[in-house]
């Protein structure tokens, strides 16, 4: 059985109304005591992974006002950690085998159909992801697509998605692989609309946030928006000076980044990642950077420093996100294949054209995704982690690679001795598969699946 904790994890803080609106507290209670899901039965681990995908975006049918947001409360949490789930919609076979499934435990298999979005026809891809516009010639890292085992999933559905993000607002918040997800999404989103003109960039008013890395998109038919917030920490960059009158940067572990603070007001749904940056020499080597308070560590361990900074997003997260109206998720470590060196020290990842088949493959598990499952598992939002570092592992052949920028125009190969880009992935490309599972988690709550759908993906 997979690891469900890596996945699904237990709210352990019942609010009063919560209590009040149970007979089966005192199970509930019984339940939430212990400190792992490894307590738990198996049945009960089961039940728990598939509230927890079902509970991951139950907002969309669930009504939002006051009136009912405490009876709303109420089944959300006994949904959490009880066997039997009280008022349990009515669900087919197929959707309960994509709840009861590892959806992030797969292969990738070989797929010739078209990508969602055509390479190269989409204006809202950056040069540095668009590798058609720069040049890579072969075309084999599009024909493939990532099989859970024990289950499939359906194919990404732009209508369908819409339709689910009438009237919501998403927001990404995170690095540049976030980015990458970002941007993969609202291609994807824009590619089955007939008139391409309906969506359009924010304008206007926000347009001031681009200092501080925001950015947005607009649906206008679909009154929805898919919004990016720079935040490659989630945590606060500061700089302080020093005895000598010179500044310099540091990284306030104990504050939020102040992009962040006012997306609780008004986003339905909320993708948090932060992961990459931590393994930058600055900050790997923690010397004279990290911040707490008027406390600048003289050194500090990146791993603790990490740490420091999760419980003081997922605290804010805590404090701020009324989760009966917004639902979070955390998009774990996307993982990097440089050969022969770092980013920037020689490292190469081009000449890739396929994923690897060895399924016993397995690369590093970052130390980084076990700090967040530590984290999340203490809070009591309820928070869907979308562990793609597995799917991440084979894909050698993903990269932008020298393809990270134009084509040189005078036809020549890239230029001798760029950067190569190990990290991001191309678009079209591997991030389309995660808002695939990002659409799949919402359409079992939506209750949208059409027949089949589940069973098959030809």
């Given at each position: 059985?997979a690891?469900l ?34 307590d ?20 969309f ?31 087919d ?20 159909s ?8 989409c ?9 058609f ?28 998605m819409?339709k ?26 824009r ?6 003109n309906?969506?359009?960039r924010?304008?206007?008013k ?30 606060q ?43 930058h ?92 499952e530590s ?22 052949d ?49 209750g949208?699946?059409?027949d ?7």
């Amino acid at each position: 059985m997979a690891d469900l904790k890596n996945l699904f994890l237990i709210t352990k803080h019942p609010s009063t109304t919560q209590i009040f609106f149970t007979s089966l507290f005192f199970l509930s209670l019984f339940l939430l005591s212990s400190s792992s899901l490894s307590d738990f039965s198996p049945s009960l681990i089961v039940s728990s992974f598939t509230s927890r995908l079902l509970t991951a975006a139950n907002f969309f049918s669930s009504p939002s006002s006051s009136s009912s947001s405490s009876a709303s409360d109420t089944t959300m949490f006994l949904s959490s950690v009880s066997p039997r789930r009280i008022n349990e919609p009515k669900i087919d076979s197929e959707t309960k085998e994509l709840t009861s499934c590892d959806i992030f435990d797969g292969t990738w298999v070989f797929d010739d159909s078209e990508p969602v979005y055509s390479p190269g026809y989409c204006p809202f891809v950056e040069d540095k992801f668009n590798c058609f516009k720069n040049g890579r010639p072969d075309s084999g890292f599009l024909r493939h697509r990532w099989q859970p085992h024990g289950c499939s999933i359906p194919r990404f559905d732009g209508k369908k998605m819409l339709k689910i993000l009438r009237g919501k607002r998403v927001v990404f918040v995170g690095d540049s692989l976030n980015r990458n997800m970002w941007e993969s999404l609202v291609c994807s989103l824009r590619s089955t609309l007939e008139d391409k003109n309906r969506v359009s960039r924010v304008s206007g008013k926000q347009s001031n946030l681009h200092n501080e890395g925001f950015y947005g998109f607009r649906f206008k038919d679909f009154e929805c928006s898919i919004d990016f917030i720079k935040s490659p920490f989630l945590v606060q960059e500061s700089e302080v000076v020093d005895v000598y009158g010179k500044r310099r940067e540091t990284l306030r572990l104990d504050m939020i980044q102040r992009s962040i603070k006012k997306i609780h007001k008004n986003a339905d749904i909320v993708i948090f990642n932060t992961g990459h940056w931590w393994t930058h020499q600055k900050t790997y080597e923690g010397k004279g950077y990290f911040q707490e308070g008027n406390r600048v560590y003289e050194r500090l361990e990146v791993k603790e420093a990490y740490t420091k900074a999760l419980h003081t997003w997922a605290d804010w997260v805590d404090f701020n996100i009324n989760s009966t109206k917004t639902r979070v998720f955390f998009v774990g470590y996307s993982s990097s294949h440089f050969r022969k060196g770092a980013w920037n020290n020689g490292g190469q990842c081009d000449g890739e054209t396929r994923p690897i088949q060895n399924e016993t493959y397995t690369g590093v598990y970052p130390w980084m995704m076990k700090v967040v499952e530590s984290v999340i598992s203490d809070m009591k939002t309820p928070v869907f982690y979308m562990n793609i570092t597995k799917m991440t592992w084979y894909r050698t052949d993903g990269h932008p690679s020298v393809y990270r920028q134009p084509a040189d125009p005078r036809g020549s190969s890239p230029a001798a001795g760029v950067f190569q880009d190990c990290s991001h992935w191309c678009l079209p490309g591997v991030p389309d598969s995660w808002n695939q599972l990002l659409y799949a988690t919402l359409l079992v709550s939506h209750g949208s699946l059409p027949d089949k759908s589940l069973g098959s993906l030809l």
